[in-house]
């Protein structure tokens, strides 16, 4: 199969501080990741495109400077949130991309609370 | 914005068939139709996907129409557990979702 895994998959921080978050896929290697947010009840919205060894394209309106994005490698992406703010709190997926059967895989997701 | 348009929301019974709609007028032709599911505080699940011919596995079924403008995806036995948001998308080129169907299932 293909399995991402996103961690943490909770986490809880100071307005001001900052979070990164970690997506890998296990047992693939993914040439593209895909950030998304998502508020309650709503869908979700992508945030940025990435690319392993290249910089990410973010979705009109994202704070690129906010939302630093990395891709080293073609098992993980980190998305750092940074200086983090109430507004930010948010549920946070990630998902990666195999040629195949299997398309588009999506992390468990992270739930950001900004205290 | 998302290039589909799903009804908002649907109730089905459960242990009938739930039929889901979507449509993708302007699809391109290289474009694959996929769906996906989310239950609540989880990452979407991978359901299916389809090109141009219909396509069947062990969690449902995907009828796409001749002009691939539309397409249904099917659940044949809906049980309580199938209860979730359902988002079709299409791709590569585009991964954003549109709001999706939720999707009850009644006992």
């Known amino acids: 199969g293909a399995v991402v895994s996103q961690h943490p998959s909770w986490v809880i921080c100071k307005s001001g501080t900052s979070v990164k978050i970690e997506c890998r896929s296990l047992?693939?290697?993914?040439?593209?990741m895909f950030w998304y947010r998502q508020f309650p009840k709503q869908s979700l919205m992508l945030m940025a495109t990435?690319?392993?060894?290249?910089?990410?394209?973010?979705e009109q309106g994202v704070e690129k400077d906010k939302f630093l994005i990395n891709h080293a490698s073609l098992t993980l992406s980190t998305l750092t949130v940074t200086s983090a703010h109430p507004e930010d709190s948010s549920f946070y997926i990630c998902?990666?991309?195999?040629?195949?059967?299997?398309?588009?895989?999506f992390g468990s997701g992270t739930r950001l609370t900004v205290v | 914005d998302a290039k589909t348009t799903q009804p908002t929301s649907m109730d089905c019974a459960e242990g009938r068939a739930a039929n889901l709609p979507c449509n993708h007028s302007?699809?391109?032709?290289?474009?694959?139709v996929y769906w996906y599911r989310q239950i609540h505080s989880q990452g979407p699940q991978y359901i299916i996907h389809?090109?141009?011919n219909n396509e069947t596995n062990e969690m449902a079924s995907l009828i796409i129409t001749e002009d691939r403008k539309s397409s249904t995806l099917i659940l044949p036995h809906a049980t309580l557990r199938d209860t979730a948001v359902y988002y079709c998308?299409?791709?590569?080129?585009?991964?954003?979702f549109g709001a999706g169907t939720r999707l009850t299932v009644k006992p």
């Open positions: 047992d693939f290697q993914a040439t593209t």
């Open positions: 389809g090109l141009k």
């Open positions: 998902s990666a991309y195999k040629d195949g059967d299997y398309g588009y895989t």
């Open positions: 998308i299409v791709s590569p080129g585009d991964m954003r």
């Open positions: 990435s690319n392993e060894g290249s910089k990410a394209t973010y």
């Open positions: 302007t699809i391109s032709g290289n474009e694959y």
